[in-house]
Each structure stands twice: as structure tokens, then as C-alpha cells.
């Protein structure tokens, strides 16, 4: 098989029964179309057997995660091409003709993504991908079309290809022979970063990612953490942390965590003083508590691979504060 989208569900039943049917009908001529199922108690497969009896179910025998969920189901999966799909996903018609092309046109090229938008509001970007993924020095993620708390309108400024940071998990087309070249998804992560992780140590293989605008999908996002959730906090900032940990040189990595230590706390008294935000407090903190406290079991893995996978030189964090450029653009100048 050459290639195969695989949708990782947990407790999603509603999800796949609003979003599936697109898959299928632009996807299935394409592609093996598979739900790996994460232990859901919702009746998603009892859903599933009923109304799409063909597609192909991986059961798990628990929560997995996102990271490790999908490192346990592509093992079951022989494909050229694994499509990491989430299940809150609206694809188009000829969504994955034009990423499938580009990987066939590109050996040096180990993963890609559309352009993601918003399901809620269909000419906007879509925070979680927007058109590709980009570290800034000191490991903040953002994208082309979302920076921080700004998420543009898509009005075709990013529509050409491009070599990005990071492509987003809720829509990634990878190479099978490079997914296992790094080992997968790292699963402690348990979610949130992972994919970041995953490409940060691809790019250092020498591996190349990309953003592909001529495929357009649609994306719900939050589907199971939504946004302000504390668990989602803790995820993000500990997840954040290990993978600096895990993919930054040395002398590079101690600079970085001393200036990241104060940008947390300023964070984190942020959400309690100005937003009387407890929970979200609590969750950096704990996050920082248990990156103390686990990584030394990760550091023997980093730095591998030779090549290298600058950060941008800038912070976002002042650029969007202090010189109020709000925009992927902006900060390009």
C-alpha cells in the first residue's frame, strides 16, 4: 500500500460521525482509510461497525495517548505513506493528491502539511498548524498565520510551498521509512509538542519538511483538551521543556533554560494576577516540577544526527509585545 490515513480516536464518536463520511469520499480512492482506537467507552466502535463496516479498526487496550497511541498503531500499518489525521478534521476534494505528489517529487522531504483552516470560521487560519510550524529562540512555537493570540485571515499571503520548523500532527503526511528512522512519536510526551519534537529530531537527520497551500483541510481543534484547560497548560509547558531539552546542544540548551525559567514564571504570575487564573498557575508550575523530575531520563538521547535545526534568531514574545508585530509576515521583515 502506498499510502494510508490513519485516525486516531479516543471518546470521539460524534467527531468521526460528522467528519469521517468527507474522509471517506475524498480520501478512499487514495488511500486505505484507518480508525485506531484508543480504548474509547463512548460507543464509537460499536458506531463505526454499524454504519462503516469496511473501514479498518486497530483496537488499543487503553488510552495511549496521542504520541503512543499512534506509534502502536502504525506498527500494524505497511504503507509508504502514513497520514496522521485527526479526527475533527474536514477534508476537501483533491485535499491529498497535492501532498502525496510533492512527497513523490521530493526524496529529501520527510513529512508534510496543508494549509489549515477553521472550521468555525472558514477564511481564517487555524491555530494548531495554520501554513507550517517555526520556533523562535527560545523554543515558543508559532506558525505562518498564527502568532500567539493573532490568527489571520487567509487571504492567499502564504500560498506558496515552503520549508518549515514543524508540520502539525492534525494533518501530517510522513514518510513510513522516516517515522521509524527517529523512532516515532516520542510517547512520554503523552500529547501536545510531540509532532514538534518528532520533526525537530527528523531535521536533524537531514531530513526537510514542508507546508503544502495548494491542499486546504479544515480543522475543529481542542477536541479533547480545549483551550484554558489546566491539563492542556501542564502538557504544553512540560512537553515544551523536555523537547529543548532533548534536541538543543549543550552550551546552546543552558542559555536557553535560564532565560526560559524567568519567561515561564513571568508567564505564569501573568495568568494568576492579570486573569485570576489558578488552575493554569498551578499547571506551570507543576509542569516545571515534573521536567525537573523526569529529565534526566532524556537526555541520553539528544543530540543525534549531525545536521543542524536552527531556531529562528528572534523572540516572539517581545517582537509581539514590545515591537507589536503581530503577524508571521511582520516579523520576517
Same mark, same amino acid.
Request: aromatic content about 14%; some cysteine; overall charge neutral.
Given at each position: ?5 490513519? #485516525? ?15 474522509? %471517506?469520499?475524498?480520501?478512499? @480512492? ?11 467507552? @463512548? ?6 461497525h ?6 479498518? #479498526?486497530? =483496537?488499543?487496550?487503553r ?22 489525521? *485527526? ?15 510533492f ?13 489549515? =483552516? ?5 477564511? &481564517?487560519?487555524?491555530?494548531?498548524g ?15 498565520? /498564527? ?6 485571515? !487567509? ?22 521509512? @522516516?517515522?521509524? %528512522? ?20 527528523? /531535521? ?5 519538511? +514542508?507546508? #503544502?497551500? !495548494? ?15 489546566? =491539563?492542556?497548560? +501542564? %502538557?504544553?509547558?512540560? *512537553? ?18 535560564r ?18 487564573k489558578?488552575?493554569? +498557575?498551578?499547571?506551570?508550575?507543576? &509542569?516545571? %516540577? ?6 534526566? @531520563? ?8 549531525? &545536521? ?6 528572534y523572540v ?12 508571521f ?5
Amino acid at each position: 500500500m502506498k499510502t494510508a490515513i490513519v #485516525i486516531l480516536n479516543w471518546n470521539g464518536q460524534a467527531m468521526l460521525a460528522e467528519y469521517l463520511p468527507t474522509v %471517506l469520499s475524498y480520501s478512499q @480512492d487514495d488511500a486505505e482509510v484507518i480508525v485506531a482506537d484508543n480504548a474509547s467507552t @463512548d460507543g464509537s466502535l460499536a458506531w463505526l461497525h454499524e454504519h462503516y463496516p469496511h473501514v479498518r #479498526i486497530i =483496537r488499543l487496550d487503553r488510552n495511549y495517548g496521542f504520541a503512543e497511541g499512534y506509534n502502536k498503531a502504525l506498527h500494524e500499518v505497511e504503507a509508504d505513506y502514513y497520514v496522521l489525521l *485527526n479526527s475533527d478534521v474536514l477534508v476537501t476534494h483533491h485535499w491529498l493528491t497535492p501532498l502525496v505528489e510533492f512527497m513523490d517529487a521530493h526524496p529529501d522531504c520527510a513529512a508534510v502539511q496543508p494549509k489549515l =483552516r477553521a472550521v468555525a470560521r472558514r477564511e &481564517a487560519f487555524e491555530y494548531a498548524g495554520a501554513a507550517g510550524g517555526y520556533l523562535d529562540r527560545y523554543g515558543y512555537p508559532f506558525c505562518r498565520g /498564527r502568532v500567539l493570540e493573532t490568527v489571520e485571515d !487567509d487571504n492567499g499571503q502564504y500560498d506558496y510551498p515552503t520549508e518549515v520548523h514543524w508540520t502539525t500532527g492534525a494533518c501530517m503526511v510522513v514518510r513510513s521509512a @522516516d517515522y521509524w %528512522l527517529v523512532g516515532g512519536l516520542d510517547g512520554r510526551f503523552f500529547a501536545h509538542q510531540e509532532e514538534i519534537d518528532f520533526c525537530w529530531r527528523l /531535521r536533524r537527520q537531514g531530513r526537510r519538511l +514542508f507546508c #503544502i497551500p !495548494d491542499s486546504i483541510v479544515y480543522h475543529v481543534g481542542g477536541g479533547t483538551l480545549p483551550k484554558g484547560n489546566p =491539563r492542556k497548560t +501542564f %502538557l504544553n509547558f512540560r *512537553n515544551n521543556l523536555t523537547m529543548l531539552y532533548k534536541n538543543l546542544p549543550e552550551d546552546e540548551l543552558r542559555h536557553v533554560l535560564r532565560v526560559r525559567f524567568w519567561l515561564d514564571w513571568l508567564a505564569a504570575f501573568e495568568t494568576l494576577l492579570l486573569h485570576g487564573k489558578w488552575q493554569d +498557575f498551578r499547571a506551570i508550575f507543576q &509542569a516545571r %516540577l515534573a521536567f525537573r523530575r523526569w529529565r534526566k @531520563d532524556f537526555r541520553q538521547t539528544a543530540p543525534q544526527g549531525t &545536521a543542524s535545526a536552527p531556531l529562528k534568531p528572534y523572540v516572539i514574545l517581545w517582537r509581539y509585545y514590545a515591537k507589536r508585530q503581530r503577524t508571521f509576515s511582520d516579523m520576517e521583515k
